[in-house]
């Protein structure tokens, strides 16, 4: 499949201004805008990492080009919402998609491998994708437990946090230019672990109809806080009252994107 993806992307370099995807150096694999002329002999698809934000920060400091980024079903996601909240121009992106294969599906328990391009302007796929995998069993055992042993549960996994802001960095749908993760009036500085609930519970709110299901925030932790079981919950729970799924359909509104300040209604990328 790499063969495949990076004759793709030569093709494409003829036609685009650039190609975002991994680029293989002697410090090891980091996103890179391939352009005309540069080896794709060092693409690399591996490891995974969310290129979403930087698709963003090229479109918004150079709204002249037309790039292309190769893209997991995750990442595709990502870019949905992003595009919902004007972060990137979908016009002006190719969407190069690598299909997952079953082991990858697997670990991510991913129930949505298949991406959906046709809402893309400009879109196309290699590989076939996988069948979804089935839920994740831990999430299940989760509901099955009371209320106070879900309190202990967290507790007892915050307290291993850092708050090295791994989760948050990694995070393809994390872009608001002022965090209130660094808002002293919410999270005091120097002080770790962050008081419970407050660090990831104010992530967790700003996830609610945002979180694609990428996995990359549990990934990166290096606590191994359990990260996912709280997202994949608040997706649940998004679906359920909202009939909303992050990232599944370009056209669809996204119900908590927009708030009352000042009296006016304004996104929540602002």
């Known amino acids: 499949m790499i063969e495949q993806v990076r004759a793709r992307v030569a093709d494409l370099l003829g036609q685009l201004d650039g190609v975002v995807g991994l680029q293989r150096t002697t410090a090891g694999t980091a996103p890179y805008l391939f352009r005309q002329g540069d080896d794709l002999s060092l693409l690399e698809l591996q490891p995974r990492y969310?290129?979403?934000?930087?698709?963003?920060?090229?479109?918004?400091?150079?709204?002249?080009?037309?790039?292309?980024?190769?893209?997991?079903?995750?990442?595709?996601?990502?870019?949905?919402?992003?595009?919902?909240?004007?972060?990137?121009?979908?016009?002006?992106?190719?969407?190069?998609?690598?299909?997952?294969?079953?082991?990858?599906?697997?670990?991510?328990?991913?129930?949505?491998?298949?991406?959906?391009?046709?809402?893309?302007?400009?879109?196309?796929?290699?590989?076939?994708?996988a069948e979804g995998s089935a839920p994740n069993p831990i999430v299940a055992e989760y509901r099955n437990t009371s209320m106070e042993e879900r309190r202990e549960f967290w507790q007892q996994q915050f307290l291993k946090c850092i708050k090295c802001y791994g989760c948050r960095n990694i995070c393809p749908v994390c872009f608001c230019e002022s965090c209130a993760l660094e808002d002293p009036l919410w999270v005091e500085p120097g002080v770790l672990g962050p008081p419970f609930p407050m660090y990831h519970l104010i992530k967790a709110m700003h996830m609610s109809g945002r979180c694609v299901d990428c996995h990359q925030c549990e990934l990166t932790c290096p606590s191994h806080i359990p990260l996912t079981i709280l997202y994949e919950l608040i997706r649940q729970d998004v679906k359920e009252l909202l009939d909303y799924v992050p990232g599944m359909d370009l056209a669809a509104e996204p119900p908590l994107a927009l708030a009352l300040k000042d009296g006016q209604l304004i996104a929540d990328s602002e």
């Open 50 to 129: 969310p290129l979403s934000l930087i698709i963003s920060l090229i479109h918004k400091q150079h709204p002249e080009v037309n790039i292309g980024v190769v893209a997991r079903a995750c990442d595709i996601r990502a870019l949905v919402e992003m595009a919902k909240r004007q972060q990137i121009d979908p016009a002006r992106l190719h969407i190069l998609a690598v299909a997952c294969s079953p082991s990858e599906v697997e670990e991510c328990y991913c129930s949505a491998p298949m991406p959906r391009l046709d809402d893309w302007p400009k879109a196309e796929m290699i590989g076939t994708p």
